[in-house]
């Protein structure tokens, strides 16, 4: 789909025949202009789908303190999702404590032709974004490097970042000083930098501790809806567990596919932690709703919002900043899917 052009007053302009001042003056009601002409232009305005940028006008008078958090995936992979919730929950917090208003816009990736509401309808003075950034939201930062602008987890101008890949490999290194050497992987989608991350931690502890890791103990799932990625793990998960060559160790990538993993093996009779360890990409709060409890890396979403919220008033403010990405590390919580491998 081709991407909508921005009107901008000087297209307004050449279509109604008059001056940029005049069309200015017109739609922000200001200057001397009479009302035939405020009527032509902005009959004009309309009929080009013209969107006033609200946002800059206020950047300019700096009137407004609000902070928005823009999240950014298809619906069915926010809701309940063990990154974004956690990050909507603590961005409300946040603000809360601050005593500052906040606003959160849920942006589908799959209508990503159109920006988000919150860069042009003024209701926030900076963004916190979570999630893909789409090829029409660089454009637009491109354009306007003065909003400001603060990412997780995706390359910015300024931005909260994560080694997943770190974290991953020194989670494979824990569960080798277990006893483990057979390894699998449920990864997910690789244009995610968190998965493409996990998986380059994952391949390179599989290299260097000289583990087994065979293409038939490996996956990688769509990770879309809940019903989706569960049913997909566990399909996954009952062939996996009927072979006589199976992993002693799993690593995955997303909550929700562990969960589905770990009802397959409760189904063929594999026992955990005792004949299959599963370490997991994975909230607190998803992680603990899972039986057994399952031994987790999770995102530090509140340091990441505490960090986020700090660089982007930090912008908002024009203070002076000594780093534009601020690096956090992710929190590994060993739980009751872990364990010594019985040979």
Known sequence: ??????????????????????????????GTVSAAMRERVRKVAQEMNYEPNFAAKLLKQKQNNDLGLIVSDIPERIFGSGYFMPMISCFIRQCEELGLRCQIEYYDLSKAEKLPALLTNGLAGGVLHGGVISPALREWLKKNPEFPFVAFEEEAEYNIMSDYSLSFYKAVQYLVALGHRRFGLAGGPLQYRRQQQIEDGFLRAVREFGLESRPEWNARFALASDADTLSEAVGWGRALFHRPDRPSALVCTDGRAARGILYAACE???????????????????????FPAVSSIAWN?????????????????????????????????????????SA
């Open 301 to 341: 979403a509140p340091e990441a919002l505490f960090k986020g919220v700090y660089l982007l008033r930090s912008l908002m403010e024009h203070r002076p900043l000594l780093e534009h990405t601020i690096e956090i590390e992710p929190v590994m919580t060993l739980r009751k899917t872990t364990g010594k491998h």
């Open 268 to 290: 063929t009779g594999v026992r955990v932690p005792e004949e299959l360890s599963l370490l997991a990409c994975s909230s607190q709060t998803e992680a603990e709703q899972s």
């Open 1 to 30: 789909m081709a991407q909508t052009q921005t009107v901008k007053l000087k297209d307004i302009a050449d279509r109604a025949g008059v001056s940029v001042a005049a069309v200015s003056a017109a739609l922000n009601g200001t």
